[in-house]
C-alpha cells in the first residue's frame, strides 16, 4: 500500500520561503495527483492547491495565488510544495495527499502524508 | 467557489450512542462529497468516498448519505476511537476543494 513520505519541520522567518517534499513508496505515481491542504493551530482543513505530474498541470487556491508553487520530479515519486513571501499566518501543518486521476474520477484525497510543520517566526 | 457547511461544530455523545453529522453544500454537487477522521496530531483518515462508498478497512458503523446540497454521515454505535474530528469535502469542481469547518465529536 503506498504511503506519502514528507520532509521534516521548518522554521522561517517572514518574507523567506519554504519547500516542502512528499515522496510516494510504492504505487503508481503517474496517474494520481498531488494535493496539498494545510492546517493551522487548531483550525479546519485548508486546500492550498495541487499537480498532475504525468501533464505538469498545476491548481491554486486563489488565495495562495502568486506565492504558490507545486511541482514534482516523476523519476523520485516526490511532489513539492513551495510557499513564498511567508507570514506569520502561513504557520501551519502542511499535509500532501494522492488524489486519482484515472475516470471516473471522484477527487478523494487518500493517502495522506503525515504533515509538515512550518513556523513563521521572526 | 463552493461552501460547505457542517452541523454542529461540537457534539457530546457516549460509547453504543448513534451520532449524525451533517453538511451542506452552497450549489448543487451531486454525490461528490467525502468523508474523513482527524485525531489530534494525526492526518486526516479517508472515511467516505462518493458520498456512500465505504473506504476500505473502514468500520461498517461509519455510513455516508445524500446527494445534491445535503449530506450526512452517521456513526451506528459509538466506540472509544472515534472519539475525533469529521470533516466533509467536496470534490465536484476538482479542483478546487473546499472543506466543512469540522465537527468535534467528544466524550460525554
Known amino acids: 500500500q503506498v504511503q506519502l513520505v514528507q520532509s521534516g519541520a521548518e522554521v522561517k522567518k517572514p518574507g523567506s520561503s519554504v519547500k516542502v517534499s512528499c515522496k510516494a513508496s510504492r504505487g503508481a505515481f503517474s496517474t494520481y495527483a498531488i494535493h496539498w491542504v494545510r492546517q493551522a493551530p487548531g483550525q479546519g482543513l485548508e486546500w492550498v492547491g495541487g499537480i498532475i505530474p504525468l501533464f505538469g498541470k498545476t491548481n491554486y487556491a486563489q488565495k495562495f495565488q502568486g506565492r504558490v508553487t507545486t511541482t514534482a520530479d516523476e523519476s523520485a515519486t516526490t511532489g513539492y510544495l513551495e510557499l513564498s513571501n511567508l507570514k506569520s499566518d502561513d504557520t501551519a501543518v502542511y499535509f500532501c495527499?494522492?488524489?486519482?486521476?484515472?475516470?471516473?474520477?471522484?477527487?478523494?484525497?487518500?493517502?495522506w502524508g503525515q504533515g509538515t510543520l512550518v513556523i513563521v517566526s521572526s | 467557489d463552493i461552501q460547505m457547511t457542517q452541523s454542529p461544530s461540537s457534539l457530546s455523545a457516549s460509547v453504543g450512542d448513534r451520532v449524525t453529522i451533517t453538511c451542506r453544500a452552497s450549489q448543487n454537487i451531486d454525490s461528490y462529497l467525502n468523508w474523513y477522521q482527524q485525531k489530534p496530531g494525526k492526518a486526516p483518515k479517508l472515511l467516505i468516498f462518493a458520498a456512500s462508498s465505504l473506504q476500505s478497512g473502514v468500520p461498517s458503523r461509519f455510513s455516508g448519505s445524500g446527494s445534491g446540497t445535503d449530506f450526512t454521515l452517521i456513526i451506528t454505535s459509538l466506540q472509544a476511537e472515534d472519539f475525533a474530528t469529521y470533516y466533509c469535502q467536496e470534490s465536484y469542481s476538482n479542483p478546487p476543494y473546499s472543506f466543512g469547518q469540522g465537527t468535534r465529536v467528544e466524550m460525554k
Open positions: 495527499a494522492r488524489v486519482g486521476i484515472e475516470l471516473p474520477v471522484v477527487g478523494q484525497f487518500d493517502p
